[in-house]
């Protein structure tokens, strides 16, 4: 096996758990918020980041973080 056919490999699983998570939350999770600092744990460029989303502001909140 490729390293291209590991990494599509890789990728496909990750949608598909993706994919499964969403259907099994019955709408109980938000969504990853691509410019929340935690919920891309420092994937995205600092400029594109605009701050905690609401679940993760509601943690804080709650001092789970």
């Known amino acids: 096996m490729s390293r ?3 990494i ?3 990728l496909n699983r990750m949608v598909l758990a993706y994919e499964n ?10 969504h990853p ?3 929340c600092i935690d919920c891309t744990c420092g994937t995205v460029p600092d ?3 605009t701050g905690r989303c609401a679940y993760h502001n ?3 909140l709650l001092g789970q973080i």
Do not use: C, Y
Request: charge should be negative; avoid cysteine; glycine fraction near 8%.
């Open 4 to 6: 291209l056919d590991e």
């Open 8 to 10: 599509e490999t890789a």
């Open 21 to 30: 998570t969403l259907s099994e939350s019955e709408g109980k999770w938000p």
């Open 33 to 35: 918020d691509s410019g």
């Open 47 to 49: 400029r594109l980041n």
């Open 58 to 60: 509601a943690k804080v």
